[in-house]
């Protein structure tokens, strides 16, 4: 059954969560969201110790490791405060599945209390900042491609859009068939090579019949996908992560 | 090369050549865009998600009790004089129906839709003992003239396009070639209605069967499943022993999901409630009504509590049309009686792993399917689950468990999961992939077939942010 979230009040500090595709080919985009979290006067601590949500692993069907890896995450975020991640992916793994790779273990308490502090960065910035963006940028159409995860396990539809819609320059334009999945799913993409392949051809399709000049997203996973079958066919769209966009429009 | 020899091993080289097929493409593509946006229609004055928590909780409570259900239904039916069979393997189920027919000394039968029927390949089994079988739902049919198999669970013949049929029609039966649907229908009924009449036994599906009554119910659009069931002297009806439901009031909620879930009707034009054979002063019926149930593999997938939930299902397709795979492959792609999403999830079960396990894996975990199943089964959790057993870690009672098993590949988790544990290795592994990021090759198949490479930034994200705060 769908649940409702309730969203608490904007907090001092937050923990942030950087993933990591982020911190080996984003770093910018992680940049950016701990600066639109710092604007709202909110202190960003970033554990050391954070690594990877162990989603890989999971989906890969070595549970047991991914459980190991989780377990280490886990111990991060001591003091009470929101876990922010710019990824629907990574969040969708610590939100929906930490708790249920721990039921029934002795971190199931530590694994429902990172659960329930889970944000998705565009989610925290709407729901919990309720943020106010100014647009410095110039006359801009826009596609937003939201990550399957951040739109059916996090239930996110509409956050990352309804940012880009404050912004009063931007375009935000209609997609065909733009709940579809681009072809990414972590080793799906190697796995199944050419039917990946199909598919982000197709999204991409999509995104340029929209005449977009820009594709944002809130997950580097699809960043990759997408972003890199544009650079190939060296199109005009230029891809980016919602924070580093919003942040560089804002600023 | 036909798609009958199509098999679930092959799936990476179906689905190459499925993805290349222009006319394929463009005819899934085409039909599961109209059936996902009639979906979406008909259940626009209807609280979906209510209507889905209630289908599921109706599934669930059926497969709660299924042993005593099963019972219980067998008993009902024996009161409305319908003979129950049940038959553990797909051999048991064609042995029954066949020894069904021979007794009667039947020579032809007449089929309605059954994807239990395609499951356990009942027309070969039937032909072995010279009994000849029609299909005569309209998709069946042009599937069985074809010489093929079907498609999707619900529109068997959705892969060809009218021009096909018309062509196929031709050749075979020698009717007009046209580009009118509407004629090639007429054409095919008149075909069909004689051998209703000559029929000697007639075989259905079932789409619920009601313990507390000994009701059968079959849904259908063609009034092919009424005269199935109704004109030959036998009725044969083969369904899984999944299908069985509590109560006759549990029907009216999974109808309206099934119906509008499928195809986006409201209601079908045929809604078939089967209690029993000829009682003397009804105008019509058979002599004999028998059930067939089949178990196949489904009492092992119920005795885990994951897995049962497979069981669930009400085979509308749903998860099928929606899928951003079965939408670009098509269903015969997949090698295996039920495609696209619950199959992968099911065929396992029934085939084992060792050869289907590159079905569990053909899927980017989406979760469009679990979106829209009117009866919520988490098809991408269970196929996590089945890639958990499919590699060797998982502990249920599968058939082909660590099937899908590399070495290397194996490792590479374990030396992930240990890095990911010892932040400060895992910060020298980072360095180094970013302090080699130039020797990243260019090519790297299949990513790069046509994606650039993706290029490790100079420094990391810790990295900078310790810059930026020191500054
Ligand atoms: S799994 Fe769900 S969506 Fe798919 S056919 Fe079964 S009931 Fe329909």
């Known amino acids: 059954m769908s649940t409702v979230k309730l969203y608490p009040p904007k907090p001092e500090k937050v923990y942030f969560f950087g993933t990591c595709l982020i911190d080996v080919f984003y770093p910018g985009a992680g940049l950016d969201a701990v600066s639109l979290l710092e604007r709202e006067n909110i202190e960003v601590l970033f554990p050391d110790g954070q690594t990877c949500c162990g989603q890989p692993a999971f989906t890969s069907g070595y549970r047991a490791q991914a459980i190991d890896v989780a377990r280490h995450q886990l111990r991060l975020f001591d003091e009470p405060w929101p876990i922010i991640v710019p990824s629907g992916s990574c969040g969708g793994m610590m939100r929906r599945h930490y708790p249920e790779l721990f039921d029934g273990q002795p971190e199931e308490q530590a694994a429902k209390s990172v659960a329930e502090r889970i944000f998705e960065l565009t989610e925290f910035l709407v729901h919990v900042c309720h943020v106010r963006l100014k647009d410095h940028g110039p006359d801009e159409r826009v596609a937003m491609h939201t990550s399957c995860s951040a739109r059916r396990e996090m239930g996110l539809a509409d956050t990352g859009p309804a940012l880009l819609r404050q912004l009063s320059n931007v375009t935000l334009v209609e997609q065909a068939r733009a709940s579809e999945c681009c072809g990414f799913g972590g080793t799906f993409s190697v796995k199944h090579g050419k039917v990946s392949q199909a598919m982000v051809e197709d999204k991409c399709a999509a995104i340029e019949a929209a005449q977009a000049e820009h594709l944002v997203t809130s997950d580097c996973g699809c960043l990759m996908n997408i972003d890199g079958h544009f650079k190939y066919r060296k199109a005009k769209v230029h891809g980016e992560h919602i924070a580093s966009y919003l942040w560089r429009r804002s600023s | ?471």
């Open chain 2, 1 to 471: 090369m036909s798609v009958k020899t199509f098999t679930p091993a092959a799936f990476h080289h179906q689905s190459a050549q499925a993805l290349s097929n222009p006319q394929l493409r463009h005819n899934f593509r085409g039909a599961m865009d109209g059936l996902m946006a009639k979906r979406l229609g008909s259940f626009d004055s209807w609280d979906i998600e209510a209507l889905r928590d209630l289908g599921q909780g109706i599934r669930q409570k059926a497969l709660r009790h299924l042993p005593d259900l099963l019972e219980q239904l067998e008993a009902s039916c024996q009161r409305n004089g319908i003979t129950v069979h049940w038959a553990e393997s797909a051999d048991d189920a064609g042995r029954v129906i066949t020894e069904l027919c021979k007794a009667r000394g039947a020579q032809s039968v007449i089929k309605g839709k059954s994807m239990v029927s395609e499951e356990v390949e009942l027309n070969a089994r039937l032909a072995e003992a010279g009994i000849e079988a029609l299909e005569s739902d309209l998709g069946e049919y042009i599937v069985q003239m074809a010489d093929e198999t079907p498609s999707h669970i619900i529109m068997p013949a959705i892969h060809k396009n009218t021009a096909d049929i018309s062509t196929l029609m031709h050749q075979r039966t020698g009717t007009r070639e046209t580009n009118d649907a509407e004629e090639l229908t007429h054409a095919a009924r008149a075909q069909l209605r004689d051998r209703f009449q000559t029929a000697d036994v007639g075989i259905s599906g079932v789409n619920f069967a009601v313990a507390e009554t000994g009701t059968l119910c079959l849904v259908e659009n063609e009034g092919n499943g009424r005269l199935t069931t109704t004109v030959p002297p036998v009725h044969i009806a083969i369904t899984g022993i999944e299908k069985v439901v509590a109560e006759f009031k549990d029907v009216p909620p999974l109808y309206a999901l099934l119906t509008r879930s499928a195809i986006g009707q409201n209601v079908t034009t045929y809604f078939n409630m089967i209690s029993g054979p000829w009682r003397g002063q009804e105008v019509d019926g058979p002599e004999e009504v028998h059930l067939v149930l089949v178990d196949n593999g489904r009492s092992r997938m119920y005795q885990d509590e994951e897995y049962a939930e497979t069981l669930q299902c009400i085979r509308c397709g749903a998860c099928m049309n929606h899928c951003p795979v079965y939408t670009r492959v098509g269903g015969h792609t997949y090698g295996t009686t039920y495609p696209g999403p619950i199959g992968k999830i099911l065929m396992p079960h029934l085939l084992g792993l060792n050869t289907t396990k590159n079905l569990p894996t053909a899927s980017s975990l989406c979760g469009a399917c679990g979106e829209v199943c009117p009866v919520r089964i988490p098809i991408p959790k269970l196929l996590v689950r089945l890639r958990n057993e499919a590699v060797g870690e998982g502990k249920g009672n599968i058939e082909g468990a660590g099937s899908a098993r590399r070495p290397m590949e194996a490792m590479g988790w374990k030396l992930f999961s240990w890095l990911a544990r010892h932040p400060r290795c895992w910060r020298i592994g980072v360095r180094v992939v970013q302090a080699c990021r130039s020797a990243v090759p260019k090519r790297v198949a299949p990513w790069t077939d046509n994606r650039v490479r993706p290029t490790p930034a100079a420094t990391s994200l810790k990295q900078q942010l310790a810059q930026r705060r020191r500054s």
